[in-house]
């Protein structure tokens, strides 16, 4: 019978020589010069792998400090990403055995960092839990990792050397002119995050501009930095559920990283209600991240949905082109922004190490663990193209047709 490690090894073996693997009773294998050491620190470690699906035992191993890796995570899943562990049932019963028997399939305390989220999914009440879980974090942890302009989504960068602050500026503006924003207009924001958004309209286009968030936290955050900024007159984020918004119209809407809250079913009904919103001439940009294609189920029970997004889903931008073109816009412009995305998120994770003793300090070992995993994770998944990011821009077309959208796009090449 081989040490612990030996039977981790010959798994991990088949596929690539790049790991060595360390196991918490001294034994070891796999080349010493490795780029990725996988550390097994202690028994527990093997029973999430045997108990969970997926990549979800590996996942709760890690974030519970049972597994680590030594040296760059986003290395290591580089590394690793594409190998197909597969074992044969000879080879894993010999696996049960030197790693534990029985007392393997014991199922070990689910962390209690994961979601647990009541009632149904996509209602009110359900959505404010699963916003609250991930955004209602620490206003001081996301300032840490995502800098002075606390904005939580794809960056567009102009140069690729262009700094974080500078490719949000550089978002936000895009969306400003893709929207035709001017003086005196009004602008919607919903999802608005920190305000981000809404404090770009108001203070560079002068536009009177609304946002809507459903965590409590940003919504505290934004006023003070709106009062703080003098753009008060100017520019208010709400704690309020988009659904819940005055039978009222603006003449933009923007909705920057927040379709993929809504749910894959509810999106006829949520592009039906923003269609509504909008005055005949006016145009909606729609930013999220995207499914590859449209063909790719909704995935319920991963690490992310459990630790970083609860409820959250993801579709095809062909659905979400579908579902706006239903509810009666016309698209006039798509854009895929998925190496921009990998950009943004490597600069959070660096903000992140950065910041990482007091991250540590403010929301746990745990949690800090979670969202190193999570940055590492997406950065590489938007790299090799498993997911995207798009922009969909769309207009409510006048009663006789007229679009008021230029003849060709007029917002520059960023």
């Known amino acids: 019978m081989g040490t612990r490690a030996d039977a981790i090894a010959r798994v ?101 960092q994961e979601a647990r989220l009541r009632g149904r999914v996509h209602s009110k009440a359900r959505d404010r ?23 939580y989504t794809c960056a567009v960068y102009p140069t ?18 893709k929207l035709a924003l001017q003086p005196g207009m009004r602008l919607l924001d919903v999802g608005c995050g920190w305000g981000g958004m809404v404090m770009h309209a108001a203070r560079h286009y002068g536009v009177k501009a609304l ?18 900024a003098g753009l008060s ?8 559920d988009y659904r819940d918004l005055p039978d009222e119209q603006f ?13 894959v079913r509810q999106m006829p009904a949520y592009f039906a209600f923003l269609y509504r919103r909008l005055r005949p001439g006016g145009r909606l940009l729609n930013h999220c991240i995207t499914e590859p294609d449209n063909r790719t189920p909704v995935a319920r029970n991963g690490f992310i949905r459990r630790y970083i997004f609860p409820d959250g889903e993801l579709t095809g931008v062909g659905r979400i082109i579908s579902d706006m073109h239903d509810a009666g816009f016309e698209v006039r412009h798509e854009e895929n922004l998925r190496e921009h995305y990998a950009m943004t998120t490597a600069a959070w994770a660096a903000n992140l190490d950065a910041h990482w ?36 821009l769309g207009v409510r077309l006048h009663a006789n047709g007229r679009s008021d959208m230029p003849l060709r796009p007029d917002w520059g090449g960023v």
């Open 12 to 112: 991990i073996a088949r596929n690539t020589d790049q790991v060595q693997v360390t196991v918490f009773d001294g034994s070891r294998a796999g080349p010493p010069d490795a780029p990725v050491r996988i550390e097994f620190r202690s028994p527990r470690a093997f029973s999430y792998l045997a108990t969970a699906p997926s990549q979800l035992g590996l996942a709760r191993a890690f974030v519970s400090g049972d597994i680590d890796v030594d040296g760059d995570l986003y290395t290591a899943l580089s590394t690793l990403a594409g190998q197909k562990f597969t074992v044969p049932l000879a080879e894993q019963v010999r696996l049960l055995r030197e790693l534990g028997g029985v007392r393997l399939l014991r199922r070990p305390p689910v962390p209690p």
């Open 129 to 151: 839990q699963a916003i609250s879980h991930h955004y209602d974090v620490s206003n001081k942890f996301y300032e840490w990792l995502l800098g002075p302009s606390m904005t």
């Open 160 to 177: 690729p050397t262009a700094t974080l602050e500078e490719a949000q500026f550089a978002k936000h503006d895009l969306v400003a002119r």
């Open 211 to 228: 946002g809507v968030t459903l965590s409590r936290r940003q919504a505290e955050w934004a006023q003070k930095a709106i009062a703080e």
């Open 233 to 240: 007159d100017l520019a208010e984020v709400r704690h309020l």
């Open 251 to 263: 003449d933009a809407i923007s909705s920057i990283g927040l379709t993929e809250h809504v749910g």
């Open 357 to 392: 003793e007091e991250s540590v300090a403010e929301v746990g070992l745990a949690k800090a663990r979670a969202w190193r995993l999570y940055l590492a994770g997406v950065r590489l998944g938007f790299e090799r193209n498993q997911i995207q990011l798009h922009q969909v």
